[in-house]
């Protein structure tokens, strides 16, 4: 397995609207085991492959405690949503910054699963707001974009301020 690099807010690549996927197979297996990797390596619950430069609708998910119940959502369509919950998100592609987001506490979703097998699945809790959390990425939207604009772009000027410090270090 091979640990993929993460894009970072602001890349205008993370705004890419992600494709649907047309062929599940063992090059498109291998990238999932790919992302998981790197979404535990990252330390986080969820990823989508526009985090990781790839825009197909794709995404990796895993709350459990244990890091043991890895789900693969490809081409991910939410059917149902229902209640509010408002939660701390963070995101891989904004390091260390966390905000409060309302999302839909409970979710019906249907997806591939990683045989290409059709799986509808109800989501509550930490798993409904981490699919749709992804999902956004896969339409070219961040979490930050449920901020206001002077949250994000403080965020946006802090991330590129360390970047460019990143840079001058390397350099």
Do not use: W
Not at 17 to 30: E, F, G, P, S, T
Not at 35 to 53: P, R
Not at 105 to 125: M, P, S, T
């Amino acid at each position: 397995m091979a640990k993929l690099k993460i894009l970072e807010f602001p890349d205008p690549r993370l705004r890419t609207k992600a494709a649907l996927i047309d062929v599940v197979d063992d090059q498109l297996r291998i990238f999932i085991d790919d992302m998981l990797e790197t979404m535990y390596e990252a330390s986080g619950i969820g990823l989508a492959a526009t985090q990781v430069d790839v825009h197909k609708r794709l995404l990796v998910t895993d709350v459990s405690s244990e890091k043991n119940e890895p789900l693969a959502l490809i081409n991910p369509v939410i059917l149902e949503k229902d209640g509010v919950i408002v939660t701390g998100e963070g995101c891989l592609s904004v390091p260390g910054y966390y905000e409060e987001v309302e999302r839909a506490e409970n979710i019906k979703v249907r997806f591939l699963d990683r045989e290409g097998d059709e799986v509808e699945l109800d989501a509550q809790g930490l798993l409904a707001v981490c699919i749709q959390h992804e999902i956004d990425h896969l339409d070219g939207k961040l979490f930050v974009d449920y901020l206001s604009e002077v949250k994000r772009s403080r965020i946006r000027k802090k991330l590129e301020k360390e970047r460019r410090q990143q840079t001058a270090v390397v350099s």
